[in-house]
């Protein structure tokens, strides 16, 4: 069954539950087609039995009559004559009328059970049940009571069997017309279930183009709608979507590695080649080694940088978070940094209040670092770096402000790209992964990084995040025995 299409089981299932529903509608409607019948055949016996009391007459002579002529039957009773008009019959839709004496003697009709029910006494306008050779038969009285019909009574007789003979033709036409209905059925949902597959069939093969041929741009069409296909092939495209941008990253990112590393790893073959051509004296050993050394370490930098980013993003769960207060975090790393003096920039920094993140101290750390780095890197000779931290209604906001040589519009957007930089001529002690790693902290800790610049000005980066709920810091407390 595994092996079948989808369209196939899709009609079978729906032919099955059909002919579940057909069965239980045909039992329910013969069961309740039998009971109306016999209302309608008990009805009927009532309807004739009445109708033929309006059809006896009493004369007391009957000498204005021709009796050549008349149609009517005439019959002597009770010192005078009973007219049966000609529309009394026999038998009406197998009911069955017959005319009797108060002492039960058939004087006009017929009766099928007459002898099987001799001793059945009359019962006025009451329906009474007699079971005859294992039939079972409806027999309705009506005593007439117009003047001269004293004594006499109408009794009319039905057989159940009327009604199953009109149950047997309900069944005959059903069990002709239910197959059927079933079979136009099967065909019909056979043809919608393969319209109805028809766009999951266009996503299946989209799919296996994109697969086979190696195209990522592709996309499944599968026309206009908003059904639940459509919102599937609109996932499939946003994943497809995804999978391109990351495999262009990816790309782009190997393509950038391997040119970063291409140049110390070049320059330390080159050094070592030289050195071994010829002889050299200590001080050109010495020379060339601390070459290699430096430009090994900034290979080993860039490696590092390029793990930890890896880290970040394919394994967060590495870095365990706890309520980290910003204020402390913000003092350390920016004292340690006001050390530097590099360029004669001066680091000033403040906090307002005692503002704190759930999140991990180090990467905290290495965000802010990053950001201080960067602004050194581009900062003037005797220039400044501000370093601000405030809060305000659960929003924590940390910016790092400078007045170097800023960033050019149709820049800003690119420089949190991994290896990006902006002004190639100081690029010479960063790997350009510092903004990068910068902004995947940011979003690791669910907030974000924005620039301000202006070329030649100065530019400001903001990170903001929301801030920790006062009942995380107290469960971060009691975690920690404090």
């Given at each position: 069954m595994r092996s079948w299409s989808i369209r196939f089981r899709i009609t079978l299932w729906f032919t099955v539950a059909l002919l579940a529903v057909v069965f239980v509608t045909y039992f329910i409607v013969l069961s309740v087609n039998r009971q109306v019948i016999q209302k309608i055949i008990r009805d009927n016996l009532i309807e004739t039995v009445e109708s033929n009391v309006d059809e006896i007459e009493f004369y007391n002579n009957i000498d204005h009559v021709d009796l050549h002529t008349e149609t009517d039957f005439f019959l002597a009773f009770g010192g005078g004559y009973l007219e049966i008009d000609d529309d009394f019959l026999d038998e009406v839709n197998e009911v069955y009328t017959a005319l009797y004496d108060t002492q039960a003697t058939l004087l006009y009709g017929e009766n099928p059970v007459a002898r099987q029910v001799a001793g059945l006494g009359f019962a006025d306008s009451k329906?009474?049940?007699?079971?005859?050779?294992?039939?079972?038969?409806?027999?309705?009285?009506?005593?007439?009571?117009?003047?001269?019909?004293?004594?006499?009574?109408?009794?009319?007789?039905?057989?159940?069997?009327?009604?199953?003979?009109?149950?047997?033709?309900?069944?005959?036409?059903?069990?002709?017309?239910?197959?059927?209905?079933?079979?136009?059925?099967?065909?019909?949902?056979?043809?919608?279930?393969?319209?109805?597959?028809?766009?999951?069939?266009?996503?299946?093969?989209?799919?296996?183009?994109?697969?086979?041929?190696?195209?990522?741009?592709?996309?499944?069409?599968?026309?206009?709608?908003?059904?639940?296909?459509?919102?599937?092939?609109?996932?499939?495209?946003?994943?497809?979507?995804?999978?391109?941008?990351?495999?262009?990253?990816?790309?782009?990112?190997?393509?950038?590695?391997?040119?970063?590393?291409?140049?110390?790893?070049?320059?330390?073959?080159?050094?070592?080649?030289?050195?071994?051509?010829?002889?050299?004296?200590?001080?050109?050993?010495?020379?060339?080694?601390?070459?290699?050394?430096?430009?090994?370490?900034?290979?080993?930098?860039?490696?590092?940088?390029?793990?930890?980013?890896?880290?970040?993003?394919?394994?967060?769960?590495?870095?365990?978070?706890?309520?980290?207060?910003?204020?402390?975090?913000?003092?350390?790393?920016?004292?340690?940094?006001?050390l530097i003096q590099e360029k004669g920039i001066t680091l000033a920094w403040e906090s307002e209040g005692e503002p704190a993140i759930y999140g991990n101290r180090q990467l905290l750390s290495r965000l802010l670092a990053n950001l201080i780095s960067n602004a050194y890197r581009y900062g003037r000779e005797g220039g400044h770096i501000w370093v601000r931290l405030s809060s305000e209604a659960g929003q924590i906001t940390l910016s790092v402000v400078d007045d170097g040589i800023g960033i050019a519009k149709d820049e800003q957007d690119k420089v949190f790209r991994r290896f990006y930089q902006a002004d190639k001529s100081h690029s010479g002690s960063g790997t350009g992964l510092g903004l990068s790693m910068a902004y995947g902290i940011a979003h690791f800790h669910g907030g974000d990084i924005t620039i301000e610049s202006e070329l030649g000005k100065g530019s400001t980066f903001t990170f903001t995040a929301s801030e920790a709920l006062p009942e995380e810091a107290g469960e971060e407390d009691a975690a920690d025995g404090t």
């Open positions: 329906i009474q049940r007699v079971t005859v050779n294992r039939t079972l038969y409806y027999i309705f009285d009506r005593k007439l009571t117009l003047e001269g019909l004293q004594g006499l009574w109408l009794r009319g007789v039905v057989s159940e069997q009327q009604g199953m003979v009109q149950m047997s033709d309900v069944t005959h036409l059903s069990l002709l017309l239910l197959p059927v209905l079933v079979l136009v059925s099967a065909v019909g949902g056979y043809l919608l279930a393969k319209r109805m597959l028809r766009p999951i069939q266009k996503i299946s093969a989209s799919a296996s183009q994109i697969v086979t041929g190696d195209d990522l741009k592709k996309r499944i069409e599968i026309g206009r709608g908003n059904d639940e296909l459509h919102q599937l092939a609109a996932s499939f495209n946003a994943m497809f979507q995804r999978l391109e941008e990351s495999f262009e990253a990816e790309h782009q990112f190997t393509s950038d590695a391997s040119h970063e590393l291409r140049t110390p790893v070049t320059v330390i073959i080159s050094q070592c080649e030289l050195s071994l051509e010829k002889q050299q004296s200590v001080a050109e050993y010495e020379k060339a080694l601390r070459t290699i050394g430096r430009q090994g370490r900034k290979m080993s930098k860039l490696i590092n940088d390029m793990l930890d980013f890896t880290r970040l993003e394919r394994r967060a769960d590495i870095y365990p978070c706890e309520t980290v207060g910003l204020a402390g975090l913000v003092g350390a790393v920016c004292e340690d940094f006001a």
